[in-house]
């Protein structure tokens, strides 16, 4: 008889917890290979009598000689909660455990995945179980297979995010330069289904907080219309959408992107209606993997991400994965870019178009049409005061490529202000002007 084909007992029971030996090993806090945790005083022995079963939210087991939670672990954000239940997982301490998913499955009852390991913990203490979400003899539709796979990799995605936290110190290598005028910037890492904020100020970039995210159903590197992508790029915030002015999958809000931005639009991409948005009332999250291309994350946070960010041209870089950096090595441009930046700011300054000819790529595009570049054009040809306020980002690609924006001061013979943008891209051992236009 296998260890699994035992007799459950008061002081041991059998059970394997695979969705949570899974965390447990991949934090490092459990050994390979499976084990049994010795549940000692279950629940009360009337919770169970008859085949009743406990309610998830409103129904506190009875314990003796059992580990009392911390209480910071029964109170925070949901994501805090649910790793503060793994932590104490690994650690075997299931009773802690089962108290902070108590708390959490009555404080957020939309989270699934929070239910899920509560559930997990309670049926661990009658009953072996098989799988994730699943009793040693329960049969499983193909519905459910998938949405256990979902919360599985959700589980996964947001435990590799706590045990892979951002070095200290550091700051991703794709926000190269900003100037004071951007208090905030947003970087989605796309293989960690992780958003991260920062703060911009004298000091510099801080990190203020990261969230789980998902992103669309077939990844990354939008192309077309439909095809469930979410783009790669630099993009900025356009004005805020509320919750009454939007479909109920969207949430809680939405702040809608610049895609396709003029980069997307000259390599041939379409589609458009990317956004950050919150997700369906009846959840509390969505799968890793599950958007048809815009970036969705808990109601919560996109609200409190909503209430810091300006009301719009918050940069937001969508990259494959974060290249996290010192901060002297991330402004530091290539010399090559440096040299041709500073040959275009000269010609732009004498109001010299001819010497600007060469910076611009052969098909270089505008993104403006019309009467928008008609007075565009002839302004190349009046010299700005100043170009400054430079903003210098990119994202992992396939070719090298820098977004820069910048504003061209007034002068005497120009009576506003403009803010421009360029997107350079490197071909062969020069860089080159590959798309621009007018911002505001």
């Known amino acids: 008889m296998t260890s699994e084909q035992r007799p459950l007992t008061t002081r041991r029971r059998g059970a394997w917890l695979l969705s949570l030996v899974a ?216 004005n805020a959408v509320a919750h009454a002015q939007l479909d109920i999958r969207f949430g809680a809000g939405a702040l809608p992107l610049n895609y396709p931005n003029a980069l997307d639009r000259n390599d041939g991409r379409t589609g458009s209606g990317i956004l950050l948005h919150g997700v369906p009332t009846s959840t509390y999250s969505r799968p890793p993997l599950d958007s048809d291309g815009c970036v969705a994350m808990a109601n919560d946070d996109l609200l409190q991400l909503m209430a810091t960010l300006p009301e719009r041209d918050t940069p937001v870089v969508i990259t494959r994965e974060i290249q996290w950096v010192a901060p002297a090595q991330a402004g530091a441009l290539p010399a090559s870019f440096e040299q041709t930046w500073a040959a275009w700011q000269r010609a732009r300054l004498q109001g010299t178009p001819a010497l600007l000819d060469p910076l611009y790529a052969p098909n270089a595009t505008l993104a403006v049409t019309g009467e928008q570049a008609e007075r565009f054009r002839s302004r190349l040809n009046v010299p700005p005061a100043a170009v400054d306020e430079v903003s210098v980002l990119t994202w992992r690609d396939h070719t090298p490529m820098l977004v820069v924006t910048f504003r061209e001061r007034a002068g005497a013979t120009v009576k506003r202000d403009r803010v421009v943008r360029q997107y350079w891209g490197q071909q062969g051992a020069d860089w080159r002007i590959v798309a621009e236009g007018p911002v505001r």
């Open 23 to 238: 965390g447990a090993l991949l934090l490092g806090w459990a050994a390979q290979g499976r084990h049994a945790w010795d549940a000692r005083a279950a629940v009360a022995p009337d919770a169970m009598r008859g085949g009743s079963k406990l309610k998830l939210a409103d129904e506190l087991p009875t314990w003796r000689d059992s580990e009392v939670a911390e209480p910071e672990a029964l109170s925070g954000s949901a994501e805090s909660r649910l790793l503060a239940a793994y932590r104490l997982v690994g650690e075997r301490r299931l009773d802690a455990a089962l108290q902070v998913t108590t708390a959490l499955s009555h404080d957020y009852p939309q989270f699934r995945l929070g239910q899920l390991l509560h559930a997990d913990l309670l049926a661990a203490h009658v009953q072996p179980l098989a799988g994730f979400g699943r009793p040693a003899a329960a049969p499983q539709a193909s519905g459910t297979v998938d949405a256990l796979s979902g919360l599985q990799q959700e589980a996964m995605a947001r435990l590799r995010a706590l045990q892979q936290r951002p070095p200290a110190g550091l700051v991703p290598a794709e926000l190269v330069r900003l100037p004071a005028s951007v208090p905030h910037a947003v970087v989605v890492d796309a293989s960690r289904s992780r958003l991260y904020l920062f703060r911009h100020d004298a000091q510099g970039l801080q990190l203020v907080r990261d969230f789980y995210v998902s992103v669309g159903k077939q990844g990354v590197d939008k192309h077309a219309e439909g095809d469930q992508k979410t783009p790669l790029g630099v993009y900025y915030t356009l």
